[in-house]
């Protein structure tokens, strides 16, 4: 399982990302040596470890459900039960934000790489059709908290002479081409869709290959 992130300098349900960390740290202490099915914990213990007043717990509590860190097991939302995801974020990795400015240096990058890989990977039966920017960058915001691209592909046109042991399934290709990109930064996130208005909305198109 994919470790989470939290950016520090960024607020999640109301706090920051350490006291996040630090808060669901405090509440799964509570339930050591407990199945997961029974690891519940009630709303008064959620505002006792996470240090909010009673009324802004209320808000962040919904939050929780809504985002899946939380599940309501009591009509009257006096009780919880504890997701993976809950899980995962006392356990997160703290980075600082991905400035705009570097950014912009990598999406630039990103797109010379695609052009370069689909000159030169003649390996892989697959190329990359387009690549869009969606996500944190679309936002107004000076610093990110990733770097999110929706990546399309085709089937590579036949050479005079392919090359021997050319990748032939589609998931090995595209994992190459994940990697590719995935290597260039802890923040870029790759996702694969058959066409380019699959990308969610808004997006930025910041390489098509013409060929």
Known sequence: MKTMTLVTR????????????????RVLSRLQGLPPDR???????????FRVSAAASRMMVEQMVKDGLLER???????????????????ARLVEPLPRTRAQMLLAHIADLAERFNRSASYNKYEIEAIA?????????????ELSVGVTGRRRPPGERPASGRVSEPTEGTEQIRALLETQSSFVQASFYQRLQDVPRPFSVIFKDQG
């Open 73 to 91: 097991l009591s009509p009257r939302g006096t009780e919880y039960g504890i997701t993976d995801k809950f899980r995962q974020c006392a356990e």
């Open 39 to 49: 690891a519940t914990v009630r709303l008064d213990a959620l505002v006792e470890d």
């Open 10 to 25: 960024r607020l999640y349900f109301g706090v920051d990302a350490l006291r996040l960390r630090d808060a669901t740290g």
């Open 133 to 145: 920017v969606f996500g944190d960058y679309m936002s107004l915001d000076a610093d990110l908290a």
